[in-house]
């Protein structure tokens, strides 16, 4: 899991440096993912994609393209730290929507989703009298959490039934054509960048994309899904900690305390929200 933590570390960095759009890298991360999952996804046949799995998983694929349509253009206007901080909310969201839906959960959850709430206003707020840009980085990074949370809460039917390279490739080639027809509606280019980019887009899609979530996925299977929430917790301090060595990177000062006020408040959903 230490990889898989690493590796999906390098994401909102790598994003950072890249000079292509947003929308661009969005597409090309989940189309290349597609690609490179599909010939392990249907070697075994299909025989266990019905109607209600593929729509399931297409539906969910098009909520990973919104979040990805909003969490990617954050990173150009906040920090790595306080971006990943507030897409690392995505579990709050997500125990929200299964309280909807009619399940409970103990204090412990809601005095987290408790927490958290107050870390994102504080850095909200601190964000709003240090550069009023990052303030838009923060929005657009909490509405990707509500997407991630939607994602993963709608695909979650069809994950107990699809392996998890039928359900990658679908979720991603889905999510990857969203994002084109966003890319057409708003004339986004999806090529001409330089060599540099090109690279920057390959590594992130094999570092975050395949390595880093395939790895998550796989530890699903000897971990629990508690375990495994945590450790995806930690992106966000290696996210801060890459973005500070490689592209130097630093958060201001003043955001700390608020990020670690996330922080808490997410592992106390975590360790609290049991998933079935």
């Given amino acids: 899991m230490a990889i ?8 909102g960095p790598l994003i950072t440096v890249t000079a292509a759009p947003a929308i661009a890298i969005a597409f090309w991360r989940c189309f290349l993912g597609a690609v490179a999952t599909a010939p392990f996804a249907f070697k075994d046949g299909v025989g266990n994609i019905n109607k209600k799995t593929l729509t399931t998983s297409i539906s969910a694929g098009l909520l990973l393209g919104l979040h990805f349509a909003v969490w990617i253009p954050s990173l150009r206007f906040t920090t790595v730290a306080a971006s ?23 204090n412990r959850v809601w005095f987290g989703i408790f927490v958290a709430l107050l870390g994102a206003i504080l850095l909200t707020g601190i964000d709003i009298s240090l550069d009023k840009r990052a303030v838009i980085g923060d929005l657009l990074a909490l509405v990707g959490a509500i997407f991630a949370a939607l994602y993963v809460t709608v695909g979650s039917s069809a994950r107990s039934t699809l392996t998890t390279a039928q359900y990658t490739v679908i979720a991603y080639a889905a ?45 699903l299977r000897s971990l629990s899904a508690t375990v495994v929430s945590m450790g995806i917790l930690f992106e966000m301090p290696g996210s801060t900690i890459i973005a500070a060595l490689a592209i130097g990177q630093v958060p201001p000062w003043q955001t700390v305390p608020a990020i670690v006020l996330l922080m808490v408040g997410m592992f106390f959903v975590v360790t609290g929200y049991k998933t079935k």
């Fill in 175 to 219: 999510a990857a054509f969203a994002l084109v027809i966003l890319a057409i509606v708003t004339g986004i280019n999806l090529t001409g960048f330089s060599r540099q980019a090109w690279f920057y887009i390959f590594l992130l899609t094999l570092l975050a994309q395949i390595l880093g979530h395939t790895l998550f996925n796989i530890t």
């Fill in 84 to 106: 990943t901080a507030m897409v690392a909310t995505q579990p709050a969201w997500a125990a929200l929507i299964a309280k909807i839906r009619g399940e409970s959960f103990p």
């Fill in 4 to 11: 898989a933590i690493v590796a999906i570390s390098t994401s």
